[in-house]
């Protein structure tokens, strides 16, 4: 059993910053990936931003150069410093882990959200 806790989410006004944090804990033996999605009310989730255990990071372009992905592999923790926020940032953070267990099966696992709204 993997657990994934996000928190770091709020309110916060347009250009402000936030930093997410996703904890992992459980059966793990290692990460392989861990990311950041998003989805907003009536739209499809999508891919913020994600990160592999050796550091390699891929973004979305809409989060370019205003988001940055980072995690502490000692932690098992994920964080997502979001910078320059705009009202369409608006939407539930999802942390998703793809990771080995400790029996080396290879699973994913989704966190439950954190909701970040951006609003003056």
């Known amino acids: 059993q993997v657990q994934l806790v996000e928190s770091g989410g709020g309110l916060v006004q347009p250009g402000g910053s936030l930093r997410l944090s996703c904890a992992a804990s459980?059966?793990?033996?290692?990460?392989?990936?861990m990311g950041w999605y998003r989805q907003a009310s009536g739209k499809q989730r999508e891919l913020v931003a994600q990160?592999?255990?050796?550091?390699?990071?891929n973004y979305a372009d809409s989060v370019k150069g205003r988001f940055t992905i980072s995690r502490d592999n000692a932690k098992n923790t994920a964080y997502l410093q979001m910078n320059s926020l705009k009202p369409e940032d608006t939407a539930l953070y999802l942390c998703?882990?793809?990771?080995?267990?400790?029996?080396?099966?290879?699973?994913?696992?989704w966190g439950q959200g954190t909701q970040v709204t951006v609003s003056s």
């Open positions: 459980g059966s793990i033996f290692s990460i392989a990936s």
């Open positions: 998703k882990a793809v990771f080995t267990t400790t029996e080396r099966n290879l699973r994913f696992s």
């Open positions: 990160i592999t255990s050796g550091g390699v990071t």
